[in-house]
């Protein structure tokens, strides 16, 4: 059993960065994929990004990728998501999810957070 909470999230203006943190509790963390995901008002929920077990290996959605870093300390249970240059469409809610099995489709994923809201003015 994992249980995930994110947070880190917040208003920033267009351009700018911000960082979500994920904590895992259990100590089977390390061997878990984890991944982000976010869903805007009104839409599907999206992939944004997933780290291996090891930190090793990093795949990102294409609306982010350069924009975004996903990492890993698994040495503090937690996972991070920097965003840089932010645009208005990153606007959602984001979560933080863990995955026996590495991948984009967020129904491999066995343990989500309660998300966190983040909102990019222009």
């Known amino acids: 059993q994992v249980q995930l909470v994110e947070s880190g999230g917040g208003l920033a203006q267009a351009g700018g960065s911000l960082r979500l943190s994920c904590a895992a509790s259990g100590r089977t963390f390390s061997r878990y994929n984890m991944g982000w995901f976010r869903q805007a008002p009104g839409k599907e929920r999206e992939f944004v990004a997933t780290v291996s077990w090891t930190g090793g290996s990093t795949y990102y959605g294409d609306s982010v990728k350069g924009r975004f870093t996903i990492s890993r300390d698994n040495s503090e249970n937690t996972v991070f998501l920097q965003m840089n240059s932010l645009k208005p469409e990153d606007t959602a809610v984001y979560y933080c999810?863990?995955?026996?099995?590495?991948?984009?489709?967020?129904?491999?994923?066995?343990?989500w957070g309660q998300g966190t809201q983040v909102t990019v003015s222009s």
């Open positions: 999810a863990a995955a026996s099995v590495m991948g984009r489709d967020q129904r491999q994923y066995n343990y």
